[in-house]
């Protein structure tokens, strides 16, 4: 490893945010370069990193994600935590993801200095931006942050993506019973670990009650996503800071349930090796669209599906066959 990296590595593990920031810039670097020591850096860090807890929390937006992460993230560094939030955003790469705007919600929190706040990677598709954000995490660990959030709005797929790099997943529902007005979809419910009812406060009160008991009988329903844990539904207010210690303490039961039945070390296997899958593919999709062979016959197989003229398999399988074929001549050439 170069000077350079190394002086870096060394802050990094004596938690510099601004080493960390430089770290993620490289690592979000289209530059090939410096893609390559961000890369370099990483595997360094590796033996320091996997000690965190890290939570995803998802809900629509206006729920009071950003309010929660404040209030809870504040009473997490009150019981001497450090903490990280990041964001997985697919809706607006260009802004820099929801975490910017809603920074002055987070007022508090972001000034600490036990805490890391770090928007969603602002370039490439949600694989991408998943890949930066799971990345990041490993940054923070080795900074020494224990509990990571990993933060994203709940509308689609990019709920998976987060659930793919976090031990706990945590949905934050308003008081409004029925899943169809908040526009939750079941899949979204069924990765819950915790549905916490945010907004239970003042008039809102009696309603938020009533959601959480409704909740509890349509989760009965629901086959439960982990072996040892069975979803919990709490509730909350963000706001007036209420209802953290609750929330902490399922937080605990969690962990401990999955640990000492080993679900815990299996789920984090099972995230690296689809970790490593969701690579290999974008890899070999990349070099896919890349090769001259491939790139000279895609607008006409594309036209030729799309006109109904070719099926799609067959159209899929040509392509696949000539990817092949000019593997073999590449290799036959060396
Ligand atoms: N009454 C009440 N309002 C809240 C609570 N949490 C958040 N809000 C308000 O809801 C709005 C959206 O909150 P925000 O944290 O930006 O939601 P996000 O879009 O999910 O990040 C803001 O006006 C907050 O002040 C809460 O616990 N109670
Ligand atoms: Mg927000």
């Given at each position: 490893?170069?000077?350079?990296?190394?002086?870096?590595?060394?802050?990094?593990?004596?938690?510099?945010?601004?080493?960390?920031?430089?770290?993620?810039?490289?690592?979000?670097?289209?530059?090939?370069?410096?893609?390559?020591?961000?890369?370099?850096?990483?595997?360094?860090?590796?033996?320091?990193?996997?000690?965190?807890?890290?939570?995803?929390?998802?809900?629509?937006?206006?729920?009071?994600?950003?309010?929660?992460?404040?209030?809870?993230?504040?009473f997490?560094?009150?019981?001497?935590?450090r903490?990280?939030?990041?964001?997985?955003?697919?809706?607006?790469?260009?802004?820099?993801?929801?975490?910017?705007?809603?920074?002055?919600?987070?007022?508090?929190?972001?000034?600490?200095?036990?805490?890391?706040?770090?928007?969603?990677?602002?370039?490439?598709?949600?694989?991408?931006?998943?890949?930066?954000?799971?990345?990041?995490?490993?940054?923070?660990?080795?900074?020494?942050?224990?509990?990571?959030?990993?933060?994203?709005?709940?509308?689609?797929?990019?709920?998976?993506?987060?659930?793919?790099?976090?031990?706990?997943?945590?949905?934050?529902?308003?008081?409004?019973?029925?899943?169809?007005?908040?526009?939750?979809?079941?899949?979204?419910?069924?990765?819950?670990?915790?549905?916490?009812?945010?907004?239970?406060?003042?008039?809102?009160?009696?309603?938020?009650?009533?959601?959480?008991?409704?909740?509890?009988?349509?989760?009965?329903?629901?086959?439960?996503?982990?072996?040892?844990?069975?979803?919990?539904?709490?509730?909350?207010?963000a706001?007036?800071?209420?209802?953290?210690?609750?929330?902490?303490e399922?937080v605990?039961?969690f962990?401990?349930?999955?640990?000492?039945s080993?679900e815990?070390?299996?789920?984090?296997?099972?995230?690296?090796?689809?970790?490593?899958?969701?690579?290999?593919?974008?890899?070999?999709?990349?070099?896919?669209?890349?090769?001259?062979?491939?790139?000279?016959?895609?607008?006409?197989?594309e036209?030729?599906?799309?006109?109904?003229?070719?099926?799609?398999?067959?159209?899929?399988?040509?392509?696949?066959?000539?990817?092949?074929?000019?593997?073999?001549?590449?290799?036959?050439?060396?």
């Open positions: 490893m170069n000077q350079k990296n190394s002086t870096l590595l060394e802050k990094i593990l004596q938690g510099d945010r601004r080493a960390m920031a430089k770290a993620i810039t490289l690592l979000e670097s289209t530059n090939s370069e410096s893609f390559e020591k961000g890369q370099e850096l990483l595997d360094s860090l590796l033996p320091h990193t996997g000690k965190a807890l890290r939570i995803g929390i998802t809900g629509v937006p206006g729920v009071g994600k950003s309010t929660f992460i404040e209030a809870f993230g504040l997490l560094i009150k019981l001497k935590h903490v990280a939030v990041l964001a997985v955003d697919p809706s607006s790469p260009v802004t820099g993801g929801s975490i910017m705007g809603d920074k002055t919600r987070m007022n508090e929190l972001s000034q600490h200095p036990n805490s890391f706040i770090r928007p969603s990677p602002s370039s490439g598709v949600l694989g991408g931006v998943a890949r930066k954000t799971r990345e990041t995490v490993l940054i923070c660990e080795a900074a020494g942050y224990d509990i990571v959030f990993v933060e994203t709005v709940g509308v689609g797929q990019s709920e998976t993506l987060v659930d793919s790099m976090v031990d706990l997943f945590m949905l934050l529902m308003l008081p409004n019973a029925g899943d169809e007005l908040q526009g939750i979809k079941k899949g979204v419910l069924e990765l819950a670990d915790l549905i916490v009812v945010n907004k239970s406060d003042g008039l809102q009160e009696p309603l938020a009650i009533s959601t959480q008991s409704e909740y509890r009988k349509a989760m009965q329903l629901l086959s439960s996503s982990k072996k040892s844990w069975d979803p919990q539904i709490l509730r909350c207010s706001l007036e800071k209420v209802g953290m210690q609750i929330i902490w399922a605990k039961n962990q401990d349930a999955l640990q000492n080993g815990w070390a299996q789920q984090r296997r099972s995230q690296s090796a689809k970790w490593m899958w969701a690579l290999v593919e974008e890899g070999l999709l990349k070099n896919f669209r890349k090769n001259e062979n491939i790139k000279k016959i895609i607008p006409e197989m036209e030729s599906v799309s006109s109904g003229e070719m099926l799609p398999s067959n159209a899929a399988r040509r392509l696949l066959e000539k990817w092949a074929s000019s593997k073999k001549t590449c290799t036959s050439k060396k």
